[in-house]
């Protein structure tokens, strides 16, 4: 996203692509009380389909604890890739991306110690994608078909 104002379209696709094709049901959906999630559009996007809106208080990350402190782990994450990899902050976003792509393909207790990406997609991981984050890799571009 590069808008905050993009939130809702963002999260519409996400519902239809996701959760509703998949057959989950999404019950209850937790943000805090900022402009991009209190539109009279996402209000009654949400009505219309049952789900019950927990709004917080903004300035108030205490309120949500666990998504601040996921939050948290992803940006110490990405940090240490970061220090490690030897690369500089304009490589941030990806070492997020990398962080968040590694994150959901490790066991954990809450799914006791099955792999989220796995839970979400049914799909298995395959361990051989997973590289040390700066890695240097080689890109095979083929030859246009001559016409």
């Known amino acids: 996203m590069k ?29 805090d009380d900022a402009p991009e999630f209190t539109s009279t559009e ?41 220090a490690h990899s030897g690369l500089g902050k304009e490589w941030w976003a990806y070492a997020v991306k990398y962080a968040v792509y590694t994150r959901i393909r490790c066991p954990t207790s809450t799914l006791e110690n099955r792999i989220p990406f796995e839970e979400w997609s049914e799909e298995r991981v395959n361990s051989a994608l997973l590289k040390p984050f700066g890695s240097r890799v080689l890109v095979y571009v083929p030859d246009t078909l001559a016409v």
């Open 3 to 31: 808008n905050k104002s993009e939130s809702y379209q963002h999260f519409k696709e996400f519902y239809e692509s996701e959760i509703k094709a998949k057959g989950y049901v999404l019950r209850q959906l937790r943000s």
């Open 42 to 82: 996402f209000r009654d996007f949400c009505t219309t389909r049952g789900i019950m809106r927990r709004i917080t208080p903004r300035y108030t990350p205490q309120q949500n604890a666990i998504a601040e402190r996921g939050m948290r782990t992803i940006g110490e994450m990405a940090r240490t890739l970061l």
